[in-house]
């Protein structure tokens, strides 16, 4: 989890050839937070659980890998 108007950063592990691209295909991050590139990094403005968020992973060979997963800001 992360606090409020701290810096929050989590990177997330992926593989492949040719690499993926990661999505927020589900779900809307916590205020302040943004996808970009391999992970979630921002300042959060607002505390709670924000539950129903899935990343996705495509690089256009075969099916996206998903992953649900939730975010606790206090």
Known sequence: GG???TGYN???TV???PAPTLSLT???LPPGLSLVGNGITGTPSAAGTFAGLTVSASNGVG???T???SITIN
């Open 63 to 65: 099916s996206p890998a």
């Open 26 to 28: 589900a779900g809307t």
């Open 15 to 17: 593989g492949g050839f």
């Open 3 to 5: 606090t409020v108007g």
């Open 10 to 12: 989590h990177a997330f």
């Open 67 to 69: 992953l649900n997963f």
